[in-house]
């Protein structure tokens, strides 16, 4: 089993729609997470973080955490196109920052 | 240009051959990380600095990877004896905080 679990996709959204994405975690330990935004051919770059259960909106963006499930997720209101990308979960314990293998979202016009 | 610069961007060796990449952090982190991502999955953990203090290091590195940071500034990440499973982009980021991670273009390595 993978420490940091995501559904590869794609996961297909209609401009405008919005996209759900999830994850797992299998460390109890983890503290803090993070989702990361790779577009292909570039490196990742972070989107935002959460470290309390429950939900953190960032513009767009809303993360939600539960510990107790072990579950993490995103959603993406109002997707653009420029949204297409893959979406990287990333869990934090001690100094080591844990990629599941990422989620790629295709907005479509 | 005041992000993470990595060097050299490509590297095509034969088997065999030793390499080394080098990262340049932002030079107000004092957290330093190097990863390794194959085509279609996330970066992998390979080993972590504060500082010059090579704080982790992955169970999965074998002995052929080594890595150094002196005086807490450039890293270098030097792969003894390549294969052809070390082909994959090895990314470097640096970081002020524990999660929040600035990552360089990557160095692409291709073994043949």
């Known amino acids: 089993q993978k420490e940091v679990e995501q559904n590869s996709g794609p996961l297909s959204v209609p401009e405008g729609a919005i996209a759900s994405l999830n994850c797992t975690y299998s460390?109890?330990?983890?503290?803090?997470f993070f989702w990361y935004r790779q577009y292909s051919g570039k490196s990742p770059e972070l989107i935002m973080f959460?470290?309390?259960?429950g939900d953190k909106e960032d513009g767009r963006f809303t993360a939600q955490l539960n510990k107790a499930s072990q579950y993490v997720s995103l959603l993406i209101r109002d997707s653009q196109p420029s949204d297409s990308a893959t979406y990287l979960c990333?869990?934090?314990?001690?100094?080591?920052?844990?990629f599941g293998g990422g989620t790629r979202v295709l907005v479509k016009p | 240009d005041t992000g993470v610069s990595q060097d050299p961007r490509h590297k095509i060796t034969k088997r065999g051959q030793n390499v080394t990449f080098r990262c340049d952090p932002i030079?107000?982190?004092?957290?330093l990380y190097w990863y390794r991502q194959t085509l279609g999955q996330g970066p992998e953990f390979l080993t972590y600095f504060q500082n010059e203090a090579q704080l982790e290091k992955s169970r999965l590195l074998s002995d052929r990877f080594s890595a150094e940071r002196p005086k807490g500034s450039f890293s270098t990440l030097e792969i003894q004896r390549t294969e052809q499973g070390d082909s994959a982009m090895y990314l470097c980021?640096?970081?002020?905080?524990?999660?929040?991670?600035?990552f360089g273009e990557g160095s692409r390595l291709t073994v043949l």
């Open positions: 980021a640096s970081s002020p905080t524990n999660g929040e991670l600035f």
């Open positions: 990333a869990a934090a314990a001690g100094n080591k920052l844990t």
């Open positions: 030079s107000e982190h004092n957290r």
């Open positions: 959460i470290y309390s259960n």
């Open positions: 460390d109890r330990g983890s503290q803090s």
